[in-house]
């Protein structure tokens, strides 16, 4: 179930955004520790869906300020009045007696950390008599989401349990899977009663929350930062229109990704994508690697082979794909004999890099920091150049992987103007904005422009083609895309 807080302020407001909230939420919790003012009653008569009432006091992390004998008043009131749920703290458990039809819900809540004996925690609520057991606990790092999900894999009692903070989000979506009794979500941004909470929007439509169940399976991106990743919006649409029984999450990993492959064992998780900064550290936690990915160190796909994780990379090959269709195909590939000049020397450079010299292609290697592209340049038997020189450097086809014009810095190029020559080909690795200023000067100046777009989608496509073994909706994904960016 997805339950909505509402947490308004007046009589009126609250009425209003229950009748909001009643579009997504299967239960509305009406947070009266928001509200200054309420007639309890009428909220009740009014109600459109089933309500939990909580009147959440400053030392469990709410709002209520009052004397604790008006606290539980309004509790008992809620259960005279036949509210479908009460929330009432663990130490006040014996003050809102249980009464009539409504479940009483045993909570606790802690706002610094996962508490190190959450078993007994969930005991103790348990022995509470409660109806359902509640705990909410702040996830410093992804991994105390485990813990979590223990509990509720193991216990036969209705529980409610979650992770708060951004670190806690998975444990919002995922817990459906493992039996949580329903789920918190916002009316939308800035309405959220506890932090890390998704929107009911998104939990609906982007993570398809009401179709987890224990036979889902899950797969993620690994990466640090990861809430403005696309990743989530176009894998979980693909799986979406493919039919798949499947959720695709944001992992934000920090410190040691080896660490949290391993940790994560316990979930199964299907497949994983791999980003910044994690390409390289993800490489000793697989058991199986693809020779290229080996070969140029990064691995941005993980699949699940029986318990044995195999690392490749699709950057190499989607990125080829890309450019391949934008100089239209010969065999074996049009890229071979071609003179490309490469900007940037990171770990995108890199990928195309091999692409390119295995394709037969020539390659010059221009960087802001020269050193870096003398290395590359020398392990892929390039020429290296600086990056103001590069107007000299004669080439069919440009690419830039430098994060020079990405959002929201879109009104710098890497290189001037007149280094864009008619007829050449000019690939840009950014993909938002999707017409950067570099494509604009270049179709200005005659040349083919492909955006990161393609490179995204292909790459994402060959990740999920991977993982289900079916055809990628590369529309669905690609206009997915195209939405987020707001193109
Ligand atoms: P990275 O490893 O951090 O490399 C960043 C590169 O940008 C380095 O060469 C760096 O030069 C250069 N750079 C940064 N700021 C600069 C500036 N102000 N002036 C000149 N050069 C600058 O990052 P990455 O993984 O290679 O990613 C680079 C870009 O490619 C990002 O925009 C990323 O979104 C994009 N990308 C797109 C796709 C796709 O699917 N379309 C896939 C992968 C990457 P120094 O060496 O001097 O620092």
Redesign the pocket.
């Known amino acids: 179930m997805i339950c909505i807080p509402v947490t308004a302020k007046t009589q009126e407001r609250i009425l209003a955004e229950m009748a909001e909230a009643a579009e997504a939420a299967d239960v509305i919790e009406l947070r009266l520790d928001f509200a200054a003012r309420f007639d309890l009653k009428t909220l009740l008569e009014k109600r459109p869906r089933p309500v939990i009432v909580t009147n959440r006091p400053v030392r469990e992390g709410g709002n209520y300020r009052g004397s604790e004998e008006d606290r539980l008043a309004v509790l008992r009131q809620a259960v005279e009045l036949g509210a479908e749920y009460v929330d009432v703290e663990l130490d006040s458990a014996g003050r809102v007696p249980p009464g009539g039809r409504t479940r009483r819900i045993v909570s606790t809540h802690d706002f610094k950390e996962v508490p190190a004996d959450l078993r007994r925690v969930h005991a103790e609520l348990v022995k509470s008599g409660a109806d359902i057991a509640k705990f909410a606990c702040m996830a410093n790092h992804i991994a105390d989401n485990l813990r979590v999900f223990e509990v509720l894999r193991d216990t036969k009692h209705a529980t409610i349990a979650l992770c708060m903070g951004e670190a806690g989000l998975i444990s919002r979506i995922l817990g459906r899977k493992y039996g949580n009794f329903l789920t918190f979500a916002s009316l939308g941004k800035g309405k959220e009663s506890a932090p890390g909470q998704i929107s009911a929007a998104d939990l609906r439509a982007l993570y398809r929350y009401k179709r987890i169940g224990a036979a889902t399976e899950v797969y993620g991106v690994i990466a640090n930062p990861v809430a403005h990743s696309m990743s989530p919006a176009v894998l979980n649409a693909a799986f979406d229109a493919a039919r798949r029984d499947a959720v695709y999450l944001p992992l934000k990993v920090e410190g040691d990704v080896v660490q949290f492959v391993n940790a994560f064992k316990a979930l199964d998780i299907q497949g994983y994508s791999v980003t910044?900064p994690h390409k390289q550290g993800v490489l000793a936690a697989m058991d199986e690697l693809d020779p290229l990915a080996e070969r140029i160190g990064a691995v941005n796909t993980v699949a699940n082979r029986g318990g044995k994780l195999f690392g490749t990379n699709t950057?190499v090959t989607?990125?080829m794909k890309a450019l391949e269709e934008a100089i239209g195909g010969e065999t074996p590939s049009p890229l071979k004999g071609k003179r490309v000049l490469l900007l940037?020397?990171?770990?995108?450079?890199?990928?195309l890099a091999y692409g390119l010299i295995d394709r037969g292609a020539t390659l010059a290697i221009a960087?802001?920091?020269y050193e870096?592209a003398e290395k590359l340049a020398t392990e892929v038997s390039a020429t290296a150049h600086r990056?103001e020189d590069v107007a000299a450097v004669e080439a069919d086809i440009l690419l830039n992987?430098?994060?020079?014009g990405?959002h929201p810095n879109v009104d710098a190029s890497?290189v001037p103007a007149a280094a864009l020559r008619r007829g050449m080909v000019v690939f840009d690795?950014?993909?938002?904005p999707p017409a950067t200023k570099l494509l604009r000067e270049a179709e200005a100046a005659g040349c083919e422009a492909v955006s990161?777009?393609a490179?995204?989608v292909n790459?994402a496509a060959l990740q999920f083609e991977l993982w289900t073994g079916l055809p990628a909706p590369r529309d669905v994904m690609e206009r997915v895309l195209r939405e987020r960016l707001g193109a």
């Open positions: 910044l950057d989607g990125a940037g020397a990171g770990g995108a450079a890199r990928a960087n802001r920091t870096r990056l992987t430098t994060s020079v990405m890497p690795a950014i993909y938002n990161g777009i490179w995204f790459q």
